[in-house]
């Protein structure tokens, strides 16, 4: 079956510091999804990508979907107490047998030391 | 099989009628979700829960209850189901300390006709 990896699983990082969190499908993924969770609240939707090469930037993150659609990127420049959290993906893996199929990743846990 | 099982998977019913929707887990995680998700948008949170009987609302709950009495389940009920909860149901855990990362249930696709 498909799965997400996610890595790293937990990163810290100085203030101001750049860092990259990857998501890696097995399977052509039809839509990426990357969202954010402060602790203790739900996950905030960030972005979706879903063509071959697409790159999105939101502030001081961009994510972008590599053209074979099977691994996504985010990165973070110039990063801030406020960009920490748990970032995760999740993948539409398209119609199987009719169906939607959604899958998710573990996370990536991020501190930023002021 | 330790993880998440959500039940039932699939249900068409119609509309007016309550329906549960059950989370079970067995990783003991303290914090349990309810989202859904709908094609070509990211997932939406409907309420949560940081512990028995501590639940909370978010961005979606409106039209949703929920209910947690014992750790390793969390039940959500619409209490007159509409079309517009036409949609596919997950349920997460998040586990904190050595165990840390997020395990999602497969899901419930929920018709309502």
């Known amino acids: 079956s498909q799965e997400l990896e996610q890595s790293p699983q937990s990163l810290i990082v100085q203030e101001g510091k750049n860092l990259t969190i990857n998501c890696t499908s097995s399977?052509?993924?039809?839509?990426l999804y990357w969202y954010k969770q402060k602790y203790g609240e739900g996950l905030i939707f960030l972005m979706m990508?879903?063509?071959?090469?697409e790159e999105k930037s939101h502030e001081k993150i961009t994510a972008k979907l590599d053209e074979k659609k099977q691994q996504s990127s985010l990165h973070i420049t110039a990063s801030q107490p406020s960009h920490a959290g748990i970032y995760l993906c999740?993948?539409?893996?398209?119609?199987?047998?009719?169906?939607?199929?959604?899958?998710f990743g573990t996370g990536t846990r991020l501190k930023v030391l002021a | 099989d330790a993880g998440i099982t959500q039940s039932p998977r699939h249900k068409v019913t119609e509309t007016g009628t309550p329906v549960t929707l059950r989370c079970h887990q067995t990783e003991n995680h303290r914090y349990m979700y309810w989202y859904r998700q709908d094609p070509g948008h990211g997932l939406r949170l409907i309420h949560y829960?940081?512990?028995?009987?501590?639940?909370d609302k978010g961005e979606v709950s409106d039209g949703y209850s929920v209910s947690r009495s014992k750790t390793e389940d969390f039940l959500l009920t619409l209490e007159s189901a509409t079309s517009s909860q036409t949609s596919v149901y997950f349920c997460a855990t998040l586990g904190t300390g050595d165990g840390y990362g997020y395990t999602f249930g497969s899901g419930t696709r929920l018709t309502v006709v």
């Open positions: 990508l879903q063509k071959g090469g």
């Open positions: 399977k052509t993924l039809y839509g």
């Open positions: 829960s940081y512990g028995v009987k501590d639940t």
């Open positions: 999740g993948a539409d893996s398209g119609l199987i047998s009719g169906t939607y199929k959604y899958i």
